[in-house]
């Protein structure tokens, strides 16, 4: 989940196997696309969720900003 202060503006998800690095694409929403076109930078948060098997789950918290 990516958001812009309160908003949800992007989601995505992705299953793994096993360990490692991995890359989650996150597709923007049509409303959000509109906004981000308009503006030169945007600071966001992704919100990252974990689950293994067992159902044990952790979640990361990271800033980032998106610029043209």
Known sequence: IVMAKTAIVATGSLKVTSAGKYKVVAKFSKKAK???RK???VKL???LTF???AG???SANRKLT???
């Open 56 to 58: 044990n789950t952790a």
């Open 39 to 41: 503006l030169k930078s």
């Open 45 to 47: 948060t992704a919100t």
């Open 51 to 53: 689950a293994d098997a």
């Open 66 to 68: 998106l610029k043209r």
């Open 34 to 36: 509109a906004k981000l």
